[in-house]
């Protein structure tokens, strides 16, 4: 019997089993079964820190048919000059399992290296092939996120409960501050660029990019670092992985930051973390949000934006203090899908507006942020 052929299982926790055929990794893993409805970018979302840890289910049928693009003699990402990777959002696959309804072994593109089994087999990484996605995603509609387990045929089993991560966004945080300076110099950028601090909580590298590509110098600090002593023009909350009520340090130190009144602007995980640091409440979403085709509508315009998304927790609108209100909501459902304070500099956004894969029609936030990083600091 051939690697490829040799059988696997997705469990779930309410005790559904879905059959299927292993790829990648031939291991058993454990994690948190979530969905996502994008039709391509499977390379920047297996590599997406806000995935640590859960067990990917892709909606869209074939998977893998352009390969992974990658140096062809060590198998490594390409990096720019800063080390940040340029087909991917992090250095490694952050999924712990991929779960598809058909992998193509044999992908045909011009950038590609090897196949998307390859590249999950150099990572550790297990993946399932042949389940009926359409009856997952139903059953996960339904039911919930709940925790899963991919078994291979000839390989230890494992628990349930071995994927559960206490605080996954200290796994995906950078563990030393960096510095990386602006690219784009010219009209409309100030001689001086500004000084931005981005919040890594398990930032994804296009927020690096739109950043750096805009002639803005970028501060990379740890999830838990003391912003204190720090020369910053603006605060940029990064997306991650798992409940913001674990970011207690991150959470602290943004409410610090409220006092000292500079420009703060936040996505994803920086939005929960945001209003939870206004004082606001937050809840786990019954399946979450992770998808490239969210509609979004912002409040008092009307105008409504096609989003990338990825998040299982929510703000709790109701809990939203005085002087803060939504910003944007969900056309689908209604959740908070963004928060901003009244009068003051501060905004988050539950979407992303650097999407990666895109839809990017929002891109022009970050825009609107250095702008007012700028016009508050009219020296940068």
Not at 47 to 60: I, K, R, V, W
Not at 89 to 99: F, K, M, P
Not at 273 to 296: E, F, S, V, W
Request: aromatic share 8%; charged share 20%; glycine share 10%.
């Amino acid at each position: 019997m051939t690697k490829r052929e040799t059988p696997a299982r997705l469990v779930l926790e309410d005790g559904a089993e879905f059959a299927g055929w292993s790829f990648g990794a031939a291991r058993a893993q454990a994690g948190e079964v979530v969905f996502t409805t994008g039709m391509t970018g499977y390379p920047q979302t297996l590599t997406d820190p806000s995935y640590a840890g859960q067990l990917l289910a892709m909606t869209y049928p074939l998977v893998g048919n352009y390969g992974v693009p990658l140096q062809k003699k060590t198998l490594e990402p390409f990096c720019d000059e800063d080390g940040i990777p340029l087909h991917f959002e992090s250095e490694r696959i952050q999924v712990s399992g991929l779960v598809v309804s058909e992998h193509c072994r044999e992908p045909s593109h011009f950038a590609s290296s090897c196949s998307l089994s390859a590249w999950l087999e150099k990572h550790g990484v297990p993946g399932i092939c042949g389940v009926d996605t359409r009856a997952l995603t139903q059953r996960l509609r339904e039911q919930g996120v709940m925790r899963g387990k991919i078994i291979v045929d000839g390989a230890d089993d494992v628990t349930l409960d071995s994927g559960d991560r206490a605080n996954p966004v200290a796994e995906v945080s950078c563990s030393e501050v960096r510095v990386y300076a602006g690219r784009r110099m010219g009209e409309g950028v100030p001689a001086v660029p500004l000084r931005i601090v981005l919040v890594d909580c398990g930032a994804k590298a296009n927020i690096l990019r739109c950043l750096l590509s805009r002639g803005a110098e970028v501060v990379r600090v740890p999830w838990n670092c003391d912003l204190a002593g720090l020369d910053y023009d603006g605060i940029f909350l990064s997306n991650g992985p798992g409940d913001p009520k674990s970011c207690g340090k991150t959470i602290a130190t943004v409410r610090r930051a409220f006092a000292v009144g500079k420009p703060i602007f936040g996505i994803c995980l920086g939005n929960q973390i945001m209003a939870l640091a206004a004082g606001a409440d937050t809840y786990k979403l019954p399946y979450g949000h992770r998808a490239q085709n969210q509609p979004c509508v912002e409040v008092g315009t009307r105008r409504c934006s096609i989003t990338s998304q990825n998040h299982g927790y929510a703000v709790r609108a109701e809990s939203l203090p005085k002087d803060w209100e939504a910003w944007f909501v969900n056309a689908n459902d209604g959740t908070v899908e963004g928060v901003r304070a009244t009068g003051l500099p501060f905004r988050a956004v539950q979407f992303h507006p650097e999407g990666c894969p895109g839809p990017r029609d929002t891109e022009y936030l970050i825009d609107e942020f250095l702008r007012e990083c700028a016009h508050r600091h009219p020296g940068r």
